[in-house]
C-alpha cells in the first residue's frame, strides 16, 4: 500500500459519506478492514476508542489514526486531508452560490423549508444520543445541569464542556478500582 | 483571518463527544459571543454541513466563508480541523498505553451526558424563532421523524425540506 492508495481511499470516503457521523464510521471500517484488509478489526476498535475520546469529529480523528498507524505522521496528515478535500470544496462552491442566489425569492423559500428541517434533524440526534445515554441517575442530572448552565444562566458552552472533561478526568484518576 | 483561524481553533480543542457537539460551541462563539452571523445564517451553515458528505463540522468552513472570503474558509477549516488531529497524533502515538477500557466508559458517561443538555438548549435557542408557520412546524416534525425512526440519510433530508419549502413558501 503506498501514499496514493491511502489518499484514494480516503478521497472515496470522503466523498461517499453522506451524513456523517456513525454513517461515515461504518462507511471507513467497511473500505479499510473489510475491502481493503489494511486493518484487523480489532486495531480498527482500538482507534474508534481514541478518536471518541479525542476532541473533534469522530470521523477526521479515525482518519488520523489510521493513516497514522499505516503511513506514519505523513499518513495521518494525507488522511485526513484526502477525507476533508471533496466536502471542502463542495461547501466553498455552495458557499459562492448562497451570495450570488441570496436575494431570490425561490432560493428563500428553499432555506425556509431547509431551516426548520435541520432543527427536526438536530433533535432526532440529539433524542438518540439521550436514550442511549442518560439510562441512570447521574447522566440525567448531568445533563438537566448543563442545559440549565447554558439555557437559563447563559454561561458560555466552551466553560460546560471543559467543566465536564475536567470532572471525567478527576472520576478517572479517582476510580482506578471501583466503576466511576 | 488571524482572528477566524483562533476562534475555530478554540473550538476545535474544545468539542468533545464526536461533530454534533461542535454545534452548541460554535453557536456560543459565532452568533452570540462574536456577533459575526445572525441565527438564520448560522442555520444555514449548519444546513450546507449536513447536506454535503463528510463531518458536519465542515460548517465553519461555510461560516469562514462568509466572515473572510476564501482565506476566512481556509483559516476557519484549518483551525478547527488542526487540534483533534495534533492531540490524535499523540494519542495514537501512545496507543494509549495508559487508558482502560474502563476511563473511556467513564468519559463517555459524563462528557456526553453535558453535551447532550448543550444540544437541547441549543436547539431551543435556534429553534423558536425558527417556526413562524404551521407548515414550517410540518416540515421540521417531518424531518425528526424520518431521521429517528425512518433511518433516512440527513442530506436526503435536507434536499426533500428544500424541495418542499419551495412548494410551499414560493
Known amino acids: 500500500m503506498n501514499a496514493l492508495r491511502l489518499a484514494l481511499a480516503f478521497l472515496k470516503i470522503g466523498i461517499l459519506s453522506f451524513g456523517g457521523g456513525y454513517a461515515g464510521i461504518t462507511f471507513i471500517e467497511q473500505e ?12 480498527f476498535i482500538r482507534g474508534l476508542a481514541l478518536a471518541q475520546l479525542a476532541p473533534g469529529p469522530v470521523m477526521t480523528n479515525l482518519a488520523a489514526f489510521i493513516g497514522y498507524r499505516l503511513k506514519g505522521i505523513p499518513g495521518g496528515a494525507l488522511a485526513i486531508l484526502s477525507l476533508l478535500f471533496p466536502s471542502f470544496c463542495l461547501v466553498l462552491l455552495i458557499a459562492a452560490l448562497f451570495g450570488r442566489f441570496s436575494a431570490s425569492s425561490s432560493f428563500q423559500a428553499i432555506l425556509n423549508g431547509v431551516t426548520p428541517a435541520i432543527l427536526g434533524i438536530l433533535a432526532a440526534v440529539t433524542a438518540r444520543l439521550a436514550l442511549a445515554h442518560l439510562r441512570s441517575a447521574l447522566p440525567i442530572l448531568l445533563a438537566l445541569v448543563s442545559f440549565t448552565l447554558i439555557f437559563c444562566l447563559n454561561i458560555h458552552s466552551l466553560y460546560v464542556v471543559l467543566g465536564s472533561v475536567l470532572i471525567a478526568v478527576v472520576l478517572a484518576l479517582k476510580g482506578r478500582n471501583n466503576t466511576c | 483571518m488571524l482572528k477566524l483561524f483562533l476562534v475555530f481553533l478554540k473550538i476545535g480543542a474544545c468539542f468533545f463527544g464526536g461533530g454534533y457537539a461542535a454545534i452548541p460551541l460554535m453557536k456560543s462563539e459565532i452568533v452570540d459571543h462574536l456577533g459575526w452571523l445572525t441565527n438564520d445564517a448560522f442555520l444555514n451553515a449548519i444546513a450546507v454541513g449536513q447536506v454535503t458528505p463528510g463531518p458536519v463540522a465542515i460548517s465553519s468552513t461555510f461560516i469562514g466563508y462568509r466572515v473572510g472570503g476564501f482565506g476566512g474558509a481556509l483559516a476557519a477549516t484549518a483551525g478547527m ?19 482502560r477500557e474502563q476511563d473511556l466508559k467513564c468519559f463517555s458517561r459524563v462528557v456526553l451526558p453535558v453535551v447532550i443538555g448543550l444540544l437541547l438548549a441549543v436547539i431551543l435557542e435556534l429553534g423558536s424563532p425558527a417556526f413562524p408557520s404551521l407548515t414550517a412546524w410540518a416540515i421540521g416534525g417531518a424531518a425528526f421523524l424520518l431521521t429517528m425512526w425512518g433511518k433516512v440519510d ?3 433530508t435536507v434536499i426533500l425540506s428544500g424541495f418542499a419549502g419551495f412548494m410551499m413558501f414560493k
Open chain 1, 32 to 43: 479499510i478492514v473489510k475491502v481493503r484488509g489494511w486493518m484487523p478489526q480489532n486495531e
Open chain 2, 81 to 99: 480541523f488542526l487540534p483533534s488531529f495534533l492531540i490524535m497524533l499523540l494519542l495514537s502515538a501512545f496507543y494509549c498505553r495508559y487508558c
Open chain 2, 154 to 156: 440527513f442530506s436526503l
